[in-house]
T-cell receptor, first 112, second 115 residues
Framework: KQEVTQIPAALSVPEGENLVLNCSFT??????LQWFRQDPGKGLTSLLL?????REQTSGRLNASLDKSSGRSTLYIAASQPGDSATYLC???????????FGEGTQLTVNP | DVKVTQSSRYLVKRTGEKVFLECVQD?????MFWYRQDPGLGLRLIYF???????EKGDIPEGYSVSREKKERFSLILESASTNQTSMYLC??????????????FGPGTRLTVT
């Protein structure tokens, strides 16, 4: 059974820092990996989706990488801002079916 | 932009009531999902549907049922609400084709409290 782990569970940084969030998964037979952002009391917003054949995806200040063989993905946030404060979740889709397996998220606080 | 809407942001119901949570998506997605999210337990899949009138149980279907009579609408039903069903409920949709990679889009969530 696929398991997804996110470390650290919480992270607090000063504004302007570059930071890395980690996601690991136990079964490397994945179809893709998706990163989401969740603000308190709200739904999830899709940030980036990386197909299994890709190594990275970029959107603005966000860069997500995927190393399928080692079961790891990272989300890099450049020049962090207080507005980046949120919980970030990763989720993997396996090669069959439509379900996602989610990590429990990293709660990020960017201090002004 | 994909839009997924949920009928209520906040809902308070009494134990034993029948509760309907509605979800509508406007992108003609085949797949629709219901999750619940609880502190320390993360997101757990309750049910999903891959076509009209088609459904599959997720990880925690007990106490819930679903209905999908039209492609754009997926309803979650709590037959007899209990206090342990107090939670945040999230609906999502996705298109299963290779163009779109099964990317899931979420609604804003419904915070349900059962008293």
């Amino acid at each position: 059974k696929q398991e997804v782990t996110q470390i650290p569970a919480a992270l607090s940084v000063p504004e302007g820092e570059n930071l890395v969030l980690n996601c690991s998964f136990t079964d490397s037979a994945i179809y893709n990996l998706q990163w989401f952002r969740q603000d308190p009391g709200k739904g999830l917003t899709s940030l980036l989706l990386i197909q299994s054949s890709q190594r990275e995806q970029t959107s603005g200040r966000l860069n997500a990488s995927l190393d399928k063989s080692s079961g790891r993905s990272t989300l890099y946030i450049a020049a962090s801002q207080p507005g980046d404060s949120a919980t970030y979740l990763c989720a993997v889709k396996e090669t069959s079916g439509s379900r996602l397996t989610f990590g429990e998220g990293t709660q990020l606080t960017v201090n002004p | 932009d994909v839009k997924v809407t949920q009928s209520s942001r906040y809902l308070v119901k009494r134990t034993g009531e029948k509760v309907f949570l509605e979800c509508v998506q406007d992108m003609d997605h085949e797949n629709m999902f219901w999750y619940r999210q609880d502190p320390g337990l993360g997101l757990r899949l309750i049910y999903f549907s891959y076509d009209v009138k088609m459904k599959e149980k997720g990880d925690i279907p007990e106490g819930y049922s679903v209905s999908r009579e039209k492609k754009e609408r997926f309803s979650l039903i709590l037959e007899s609400a209990s206090t342990n069903q107090t939670s945040m409920y999230l609906c999502a949709s996705s298109f299963p084709g290779p163009c779109c990679g099964h990317e899931q889009y979420f609604g804003p969530g419904t915070r349900l409290t059962v008293t």
